[in-house]
């Protein structure tokens, strides 16, 4: 089963404004990474915060993390058409080997010149 | 740096027939990955690996085998497609450190469709 799940499914936008995806996920978690991925391309890592941050910044990516919710949320803020992308959250359980990541269905994002 | 690469991009099969993806990157990563991708759905992890030689089954793997003979490449293979491997195909690598996860590569994707 999915471990992170996206909210909301698709969000639509002028650009200029701000956007906010949120995820939940349902196990204790090393890290929670978020990606995008353009309409038939493969994914592209945006940024990674580690299970002992609430927040971190990237240029006009804002994370945060709040691990006693099971949540995270990504704004990308002043938004351009270009950002239009699916953006998925990922969990690292923190195994000891592998790396291995679990995807939410992640959230569509239109965002209207 | 070419990155993380996969051939073929496209490939139609026909039920029973069996074909290889093949997987390269050349960041010298440790750890690669397969995943499916269906509509409308996150990825699964498929089958992924921590080495050269060394392998092991993800979340879907049913279907599937895997070789990682030589560390840049990780092919994944169908020995009888079935339609409902029809999906797009996703190799991935990372770096690694015990216990620090990183950031993983994707490559194109190939789409792959069982009649």
């Known amino acids: 089963s999915q471990q992170g799940e996206e909210d909301p499914q698709a969000l639509s936008i002028q650009e200029g404004e701000n956007a906010t995806m949120n995820c939940s996920y349902k196990t204790s978690i090393n890290n929670l990474q978020w990606y995008r991925q353009n309409s038939g391309r493969g994914l592209v890592h945006l940024i990674l915060?580690?299970?002992?941050?609430r927040e971190k910044h990237s240029g006009r990516l804002r994370v945060t993390l709040d691990t006693s919710k099971k949540s995270s949320s990504l704004l990308i803020t002043a938004s351009r058409a270009a950002d239009t992308a699916s953006y998925f959250c990922a969990t690292d359980a923190g195994e000891t080997s592998g790396s291995r990541l679990t995807f939410g269905e992640g959230t569509q994002l239109t965002v209207n010149p | 740096n070419a990155g993380v690469t996969q051939t073929p991009k496209f490939r139609v099969l026909k039920t029973g027939q069996s074909m290889t993806l093949l997987c390269a990157q050349d960041?010298?990563?440790?750890?690669m990955y397969w995943y499916r991708q269906d509509p409308g759905m996150g990825l699964r992890l498929i089958h992924y690996s921590v080495g050269e030689g060394t392998t092991a089954k993800g979340e879907v793997p049913d279907g599937y085998n895997v070789s990682r003979l030589k560390k840049q490449n990780f092919l994944l293979g169908l020995e009888s497609a079935a339609p409902s491997q029809t999906s797009v195909y996703f190799c991935a690598s990372s770096y690694n450190r015990p216990l620090i996860s990183y950031e993983q590569y994707f490559g194109p994707g190939t789409r792959l469709t069982v009649t």
């Open positions: 960041m010298n990563h440790e750890y």
């Open positions: 915060i580690r299970s002992n941050e």
